[in-house]
């Protein structure tokens, strides 16, 4: 089986290629550059280096949230426009799930996985590293530092911060929850190929999707969109407030 995997819900941008559990091929890139501008040109490479057409990939796989609004959008469009005319099915995967199993091999260590949401907030899951595998601790969810400090206080475990907010996590955390370290430069962005390895899981587990299906999960409203509710309440307090002085 072939699984063609996108990730762009951050600022790192990655494909991979992986047959059958074995990773061919992969293309990084933390440029600075958009991901509308360097995604397509990632995959096309890709699949020419690797003798490989589109037609050849089984899954299409794509993180697709958590992340960054218009990283989530790039990364499912895409997804959907390779899918969609081809019927190739698709895997929407979950952007931290997909940065935890690049870890699974360090058996019974805390993954701690970082997306920073702003707001000192981050987006964030636990998982028990299983060797093999991933245990599966919370869900996917936007968390503040303070209340995710309280929590990992309570999991005597040692525990690995992974992910673009792993940073952050680290330094604001580090005196007040013990056992707590950064994981290794090179496996701490997320990364096409644990898209590809949390797409397997989907694949098991009969969750693929159609790609007019597949749709982005943000887990919270868009600053735009916050702001916009945020002005239409006060819009109707005010009204409410001048008919009550009519």
């Known amino acids: 089986m072939n699984i063609l995997a996108l990730e762009s819900s951050a600022t790192a941008c990655s494909a991979a290629l992986c047959r059958d559990g074995e990773l061919l091929a992969q293309s990084f ?4 550059l958009t991901h509308s501008r360097t995604l397509l ?12 057409t589109l037609e050849q990939v089984d899954v299409i796989a794509v993180a697709a949230g958590p992340g960054s609004f218009t990283g989530l959008r790039i990364g499912v469009a895409t997804a959907k426009g390779l899918a969609w005319a081809r019927e190739t099915p698709c895997a929407p995967c979950s952007t931290l799930e997909s940065m935890a199993w690049p870890l699974a091999h360090l ?6 996985c970082a997306m920073d949401a702003r707001r000192a907030q981050v987006y964030n899951a636990l998982f028990l590293a299983r060797g093999e595998g991933l245990e599966r601790l919370t869900p996917d969810r ?12 309570n999991f005597p ?10 940073q952050l996590c680290y330094n604001t955390l580090r005196e007040e929850v013990p056992g707590l370290t950064l994981a290794p430069v090179h496996l701490r962005m997320q990364s096409a190929w644990g898209v590809a390895r949390a797409a397997e899981e989907l694949v098991r587990a009969g969750a693929l999707v159609s790609g007019a299906e597949l749709a982005p999960v943000y887990h919270r409203l868009s600053q ?20 009550k002085h009519v």
Do not use: W, Y
């Not at 040109?41 to 490989?52: R, S, T």
């Not at 936007?142 to 206080?153: N, P």
């Open 29 to 32: 890139q933390c440029s600075g």
């Open 224 to 243: 735009a969109e916050r702001e916009r509710l945020e002005r239409e309440q006060n819009t109707k307090f005010t009204i409410e407030g001048d008919r």
């Open 157 to 166: 475990e040692m525990k690995i911060v992974v992910g673009d907010g792993a």
């Open 107 to 112: 058996e019974g260590r805390l993954i701690v």
């Open 142 to 153: 936007a968390i503040s530092l303070a209340e995710l400090g309280e929590e990992l206080k």
């Open 41 to 52: 040109p990632m995959v096309n490479d890709l699949l020419k280096n690797c003798g490989q």
